[in-house]
């Protein structure tokens, strides 16, 4: 089992940055592939941007040129930069983690991000 605490998130204004944070419990965080998806208010939750155990990375559309995921392996952290905020970017953000060759799936309680001015 595998608990996956997210932090980072907040009120700011349009055009501002946030920088979420989550971190994993266990020892193999790095075989892991890590997400960040968010949902909004009456919508479903959707896809932010992945990275593979190998690095490899993913973003939606909406967000690309925007937002940049990394992970660092030795502090079980991936992370979320969020640059150029805007509105519709106000959600609840969940982080995941998974491993597909395991069948392990898991999330996190989410961390509020508003963007209001």
């Known amino acids: 089992q595998v608990q996956l605490a997210e932090s980072g998130g907040g009120l700011v204004q349009p055009g501002g940055s946030l920088r979420l944070s989550c971190a994993a419990s266990?020892?193999?965080?790095?075989?892991?592939?890590m997400g960040w998806y968010r949902q909004a208010p009456g919508k479903e939750r959707e896809l932010v941007a992945t990275i593979t155990s190998y690095g490899s990375t993913n973003y939606a559309d909406s967000v690309k040129g925007r937002f940049t995921i990394s992970r660092e392996n030795a502090k079980n952290t991936v992370y979320l930069q969020m640059n150029s905020l805007k509105l519709e970017d106000t959600a609840v953000y969940y982080c995941?983690?998974?491993?597909?060759?395991?069948?392990?799936?898991?999330w996190g309680q989410g961390t509020q991000v508003t963007v209001s001015s």
């Open positions: 995941n983690s998974k491993d597909d060759n395991a069948g392990e799936d898991y």
């Open positions: 266990g020892s193999r965080f790095s075989i892991y592939d």
